[in-house]
T-cell receptor, first 117, second 113 residues
Framework: KQEVTQIPAALSVPEGENLVLNCSFT??????LQWFRQDPGKGLTSLLL?????REQTSGRLNASLDKSSGRSTLYIAASQPGDSATYLC????????????????FGEGTQLTVNP | NAGVTQTPKFQVLKTGQSMTLQCAQD?????MSWYRQDPGMGLRLIHY???????DQGEVPNGYNVSRSTTEDFPLRLLSAAPSQTSVYFC????????????FGSGTRLTVV
């Protein structure tokens, strides 16, 4: 069974700091990995999608890397801002056997980020 | 292009009542899923569908029912609500190709008293 772990569970940093959020998964048979942001009481907003064949993806101040063989992904946030405060979730899309295996995401529990002004 | 639309946003039910959470997407996505989110347990898959007429159980299906009569709609039915079903429910959709990501709705916050 695929398990996804995110460390740390919570992180508090001063504004302007560069930071790294970690995501690890136990089964390397994945199609892709997706990073989401969730604001309190809100839905999930997709930030970055990395395919299993890719090493990294970038969007603005965000950079996500993927090392499928070691079961790890990192989300790097440059020059953090108070508006970056949210919970960050990673989810993997499995590529196991069966027609429907790719339809099920497995999520980590998230990292709650607070960026202090 | 509205994306994934969930209704209602908030709902309070009494134990034993039934209700349907609505989910609709206008992106012609084949895959649709329902998740529940609980503190300390993350998001867990309830039911999913890979196309109209095709549904399957996820990790926590008990007490819930789904059907997929059209590509656009994927309603989640609570048969007899229990306090343990108090949660935030998210619907998600994706194109059928495995290299696409998922789009989530804004959620339904359900309280069962």
């Amino acid at each position: 069974k695929q398990e996804v772990t995110q460390i740390p569970a919570a992180l508090s940093v001063p504004e302007g700091e560069n930071l790294v959020l970690n995501c690890s998964f136990t089964d390397s048979a994945i199609y892709n990995l997706q990073w989401f942001r969730q604001d309190p009481g809100k839905g999930l907003t997709s930030l970055l999608l990395i395919q299993s064949s890719q090493r990294e993806q970038t969007s603005g101040r965000l950079n996500a890397s993927l090392d499928k063989s070691s079961g790890r992904s990192t989300l790097y946030i440059a020059a953090s801002q108070p508006g970056d405060s949210a919970t960050y979730l990673c989810a993997v899309r499995p590529s196991g056997k069966g027609e429907t295996s790719g339809s099920r995401l497995t999520f980590g529990e998230g990292t709650q980020l607070t960026v202090n002004p | 292009n509205a994306g994934v639309t969930q209704t209602p946003k908030f709902q309070v039910l009494k134990t034993g009542q039934s209700m349907t959470l609505q989910c609709a997407q206008d992106m012609n996505h084949e895959y649709m899923s329902w998740y529940r989110q609980d503190p300390g347990m993350g998001l867990r898959l309830i039911h999913y569908s890979v196309g109209a007429g095709i549904t399957d159980q996820g990790e926590v299906p008990n007490g819930y029912n789904v059907s997929r009569s059209t590509t656009e709609d994927f309603p989640l039915r609570l048969l007899s609500a229990a306090p343990s079903q108090t949660s935030v429910y998210f619907c998600a959709s994706s194109l059928g190709r495995d290299y696409y990501g998922y789009t989530f709705g804004s959620g339904t916050r359900l309280t069962v008293v």
